[in-house]
């Protein structure tokens, strides 16, 4: 079985001061809820059931911003690591 990722956001623009966090939400919906699916518990593709990690934020970064097995790197999505962090913050409330 062959995985393909692909991505349409090449954004590269730089962040003006007044520029405002997307929310965590926002940013899961439009990168993560194909593989993981809104609760967290699809696993398309082997991906994991986030409500059921017990993974620490630190290690989360690491995922996201590195990738994982079938996941490919993610931080290239966010703007700013407060946007990282409201990702984090929203994947931590899908737990149980």
């Known amino acids: 079985m062959t995985l393909f990722f692909v991505s349409c956001d090449t954004s590269t623009e730089a962040v003006s001061e007044d520029y405002v966090s997307r929310s965590g939400k926002e940013l899961y ?5 194909v593989c993981h699916g809104m609760d967290g518990k699809l696993g398309a593709s082997g991906s994991k059931d986030l ?10 970064v690491n995922i996201i911003k590195n990738g ?4 490919p ?5 966010f703007k700013t690591e407060k946007e990282l ?9 899908l737990r149980n």
């Open 29 to 33: 919906i439009k990168h993560c809820v």
């Open 51 to 60: 409500s059921m990690s017990t993974m620490d934020t630190s290690a989360m």
């Open 68 to 71: 994982i097995n079938g996941m």
């Open 73 to 77: 790197r993610q931080g290239r999505y």
């Open 85 to 93: 962090a409201n990702t984090i913050e929203f994947v931590i409330s």
